[in-house]
Structures are given as structure tokens and as C-alpha cells.
């Protein structure tokens, strides 16, 4: 990225929007005091507007002018004494095609000499709420009614078409994360703990410098769909479930996930329940091409699933009723996949239907399609992950069976022996192309021959 795509970005904002827009950078953040902050990382709209990494600067963009402005810390010699030499602020504006450089100092009266309407996105820390405050005079519920969809929208329109940069970038991480993944197979045998696999996994993304997008999923209840403790055993006759991924330089996410034998070997139910979960995601992948609705796509990996649970004899009856009826959901709780990009969830500070739902699209209320972050019809340039699963949760199975729930379509009497089976999630990272589809990143291992060739090292 450079100073002429930042400006570009900054100018496709002035299309859609008048006034001025407001983009608070994040500030480091305690971890148990201001000293000891957690790892820093920027706000994913300063990033795409700027590229500014530095802490505590914020961004007053002119929708008429064009004369944006960066403000920030004052340069100066104790942060070199403690962070070693820095660019200074101007050269950071200077990268980002900014010639107004002012100081922090000065933006609280500066919001006060410049005209309505001031735009700004849903602040999602504390802080930053808090700083929105001092800066507005306003309290929080003031802040929290000011916030503009408007300007929502508009950055949703930019961010969810990615350029060839972006995409350069999302492969860069996936290039790491496949490393991980080939890693984690690699290693994985009984007697070893989950954290053994989590530490290998953040070891290699740290020896290239590079962060996670967001804490791994290393786990062998892989029925917990975001289960981010490593205690477990890996035992052999379970399965491991590792959803991890990296952040490229300029901070673009990955967002991958495999499932893989503990022993090196699937068993029958493993295999039988693993081939039904490949086929459901190979299919939607299929699927995906501009103008296609990711939610009739959710609903066909939703078919395939309820499908292979009939042929396991976990499920009955008619499959497309079973899926209108939301019966499927037992095994199938959550969305197909969602928006990918600077944010692993890209974009969902904005709102989740801002990002994945088109104006006027009905999210469902049902336990499982509403849980569907993208529903909406997809375009070229557009990233989606592509993640179906299926899932044994032991409280969820007793919930519905003793509520009697979707009688007609699941058999517990049947599913009693599979209760701790555990959970299974295959996912990729996917463009969509004006011809169709690609799936980003170098190739993981996904069918079963080459997972296990790829466990036996
Ligand atoms: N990687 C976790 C998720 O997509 O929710
Ligand atoms: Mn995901």
C-alpha cells in the first residue's frame, strides 16, 4: 500500500459522504496497568485509510476539501530513549499522502470550529468511548446516538471489495498459516497436550514477526465452538480441531481450519462424519460467484449436512423440510462463514448486517441461521471464509431432547452412542471472482488420504 492508495480510499469516502469524518486510532492498552499494555494493534479502519501504526493518533478526514488531517503524540526524545528511533509524525502523514499534521493536543478544539454533520464509527473500547466523550462534551449515550451509519455503510462498501494489494496481503498470512496447520498435523500424536500444538503454532508465526488474527482454536472438543483453553490431552480415537491463523505486515487476517485424527489414522465414524463435512464445504465453494446469495449457500451445506446425518441414521424425514424447520442446527449451530479481511470478522465493529446483510435482508431469528454473519449477495473482490461443521454438544442434544424438539426429524435414540464424539470444522478463505471463485493460499491438507500422509511427517 502507499500514499497514493490511501488518498484513493480517503477520496472513494468523499463520493458517498459530506461533512467530516472522525477515525480514532487505538491507544495502547493496560494489561493490568498503563505500563504494561497489552501487544499494540491499530484500529482496522485507521489502517485502511492510513497505514498509521502508531498509538493514539486519529484522523479528521474533509469530505469537502479533500484537506485531510492527522493528529498524534508530539514527537519526541523519550520515546526514542524507550522504543528506539522512530519515523517522526510528518513522515508518517507524508506516507499516507497527509499534509495537515497537527497535535493531539488540539483536536477537541478543532471539532469545535469545524461544521456539521461529524461522522464517526461505533467506538468498541472503553477508551475509546470515553475519549469520544471528552471530545464531544458529551456523555456515552450522546456518543452512542451519534454514531453514523451512514458512514458505516460507506466504509462497508470500500473494505468488503478487496484490491489485488489486499489479497496479496490475506495470501501473505495464508502462507504462514499453512505452515502452522502442515505443523500442527505434523506433530500431533497421542500424549501430547493441546497447548504443545498452540505453542508450535504461535512459535512459527513469531519467528516471522507476524501476530495471530485472533486467539487459536486448538482443541480436542472441538464441539466448543470457540474453546480457547489447551488443558486437553490428546488422546488417542479423538480428534483435534485447530482454527488458527495469521496477520500479514500490513495487519490482513487469515482464518483457517482442519480437523484431524489424534492417532494419524480416521476411524469409521470419523471418516463417515468428516466426508460429510468436506463435501458440504467443496460444494459451497462451488457455489460461490458474484450475484450468488451466501445464504442459499449456508442453506446448501445446511441440505448436505442434514443429508449425511439421515444416511448415519441421526436424522429422518424429508431433508429440505428438516432444514426449514431449523433440525439441522443441532449439528450444524452456526453460520457458513463471514466476511474476511483486516478483521478476521471483517468489519463487524460496524455492525454484522452492515457488513454481511444488504438493506432490507431479514436476518433470521432461528436457533443456527441466525447465528449467519454474511447472508448477503456476493461481488467480486468480495473475501468469505467457508466453514461448515458438525458438531456432538452433549447440553445442547439433552436441551432439545428434553424439550422434545424436532421429534420427527433426529433420532436420540441413535445419537446416544455419539454423544462425545467431539466436533468437526473444515475451513477456507475464498475470492470471489468475476468468473467465479478462488480459494486463497497455498493448498492445506483436507481430504483424508493427504491429512494422513501429511501426519506421518
Ligand atoms: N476463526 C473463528 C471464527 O471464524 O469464528
Ligand atoms: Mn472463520
Known sequence: MNRESYTRRRNALRERLKGWVLLLGHDEAARNYGGNPYPFRQNSHVLYYSGMTRPGVALLLDMESGRDRLYGPKDCVEDVVWHGAQPTLAELAEGAGIEDVRSITQLRSDLRDIGD??????????????????????????????????LALAIAASRNQKDEAEIAQIEEALGITAAMHQAAMAMTRPGLLESDVAAEIQRIALSKSRAQSYTPIVTVHGEILHNVTYEGELE??????????????????????????????????????????????????????????????????????????????????????????????????????HMLGLDVHDMEDLGEDVVGYEPGQERSEQFGLGYLRCARSLESGMVVTCEPGIYFIPALIDQWEAEGRHRSFIDYETLRSWRDFGGIRIEDDVLCTDEGHRILGPSIPKEIADIEAAMQG
Open 117 to 150: 454533520p461529524l461522522h464517526y464509527p461505533p467506538p468498541y473500547r472503553g477508551e475509546t468511548c470515553l475519549r469520544l466523550m471528552e471530545l464531544r462534551d458529551s456523555s456515552a449515550d450522546e456518543i452512542r446516538r451519534g454514531v453514523s451509519k451512514d
Open 236 to 337: 488417542a480415537g479423538r480428534l483435534l480441531l485447530n482454527d488458527s491463523g495469521a496477520e500479514s505486515v500490513l495487519g490482513y487476517a487469515s482464518d483457517i481450519t482442519r480437523t484431524f485424527p489424534v492417532s494419524g489414522t480416521f476411524n469409521e465414524r470419523q471418516r463417515a462424519v468428516y466426508e460429510i463435512v468436506l463435501r458440504a464445504q467443496k460444494e459451497c465453494i462451488q457455489r460461490i460467484a458474484p450475484g450468488v446469495r451466501y445464504r442459499e449457500v449456508h442453506l446448501h451445506a445446511a441440505r448436505v449436512i442434514a443429508e449425511g446425518m439421515k444416511d448415519l441414521g441421526l436424522m429422518r424425514g424429508d431433508v429440505d423440510d428438516a432444514v426449514t424447520e431449523g433440525a439441522h442446527a443441532l449439528f450444524f449451530p452456526h453460520g457458513l462463514g
